[in-house]
């Protein structure tokens, strides 16, 4: 079955300190890879998207995220940690144009 | 913000009536998508529609069904809703292509009592 792991509910960081919210995936053939981020009463924003190409992605707000087809992940990351970045982070997975999987998200608290 | 836009923002339903739920997609995406968000879950693919064809469907029973219109502009109609029907309903738009990414409205929370 086609799925997205996101093994953490909760990741808790300092601010300032390096993040990794981490993603596998078991999909057939070669999928497309997103992270969306989702604020409180808000609908889910886009961050970045591995198709092809480099295995590091770089998207909005400083995140970036490594893509390793060996292993089935992509792991977010940032070096330095807001307050801000505070939010639920939603891997997800096309295998096709006609399907889409979500992970079922990380809740990433910063503390000050 | 995006350009996506869905109403209305909340709706209260019985068990067994019907609700229509709206999308209206960003400028130049011809593709919409739907999505069922339960609370603390990801977001489920309900289905896909691209030039007013639906072509991608997830693992949702037929009282689930759609339309997108000339515009672009889309609905999700649910048909004998039930109490696991509750949820936050997101539609999001995108270009054509399994590799562009979507733009989310901010979602209609429906509640079924």
């Known amino acids: 079955a086609q799925s997205v792991a996101q093994p953490e509910d909760q990741v808790n960081v300092a601010e300032g300190n390096p993040l990794t919210v981490k993603c596998t995936y078991s999909?057939?053939?070669?999928?497309?890879l997103f992270w969306y981020v989702q604020y409180p009463n808000r609908g889910l924003q886009f961050l970045l998207k591995?198709?092809?190409?480099?295995?590091l992605v770089k998207g909005s707000y400083g995140f970036e995220a490594e893509f390793n087809k060996s292993q089935t992940s992509f792991h977010l990351k940032k070096p330095s940690a807001l307050v801000s970045d505070s939010a639920l982070y939603f891997c997800?997975?096309?295998?096709?144009?006609?399907?889409?999987?979500f992970g079922a998200g990380t809740r990433l608290t910063v503390k000050p | 913000e995006t350009g996506v836009t869905q109403s209305p923002t909340h709706l209260i339903k019985t068990r067994g009536q019907q609700v229509t739920l709206r999308c209206s997609s960003q400028?130049?995406?011809?593709?919409v998508s739907w999505y069922q968000q339960a609370l603390g879950q990801g977001p489920q693919f309900i289905f896909q529609?691209?030039?007013?064809?639906?072509?991608g469907r997830g693992n949702f029973p037929p009282r689930f069904s759609g339309l997108q219109f000339p515009n672009y502009s889309s609905e999700l109609n649910v048909n004998a809703l039930e109490l696991d029907d509750s949820a936050l309903y997101l539609c999001?738009?995108?270009?054509?292509?399994?590799?562009?990414?979507?733009?989310f409205g901010p979602g209609t929370r429906l509640t079924v009592t």
């Open positions: 999909v057939s053939g070669n999928p497309y």
């Open positions: 999001a738009s995108s270009l054509g292509g399994a590799g562009y990414e979507q733009y």
């Open positions: 400028s130049g995406h011809n593709t």
């Open positions: 997800a997975v096309r295998p096709n144009n006609n399907d889409m999987r």
């Open positions: 591995y198709i092809t190409g480099d295995n």
């Open positions: 529609y691209y030039r007013e064809e639906e072509n």
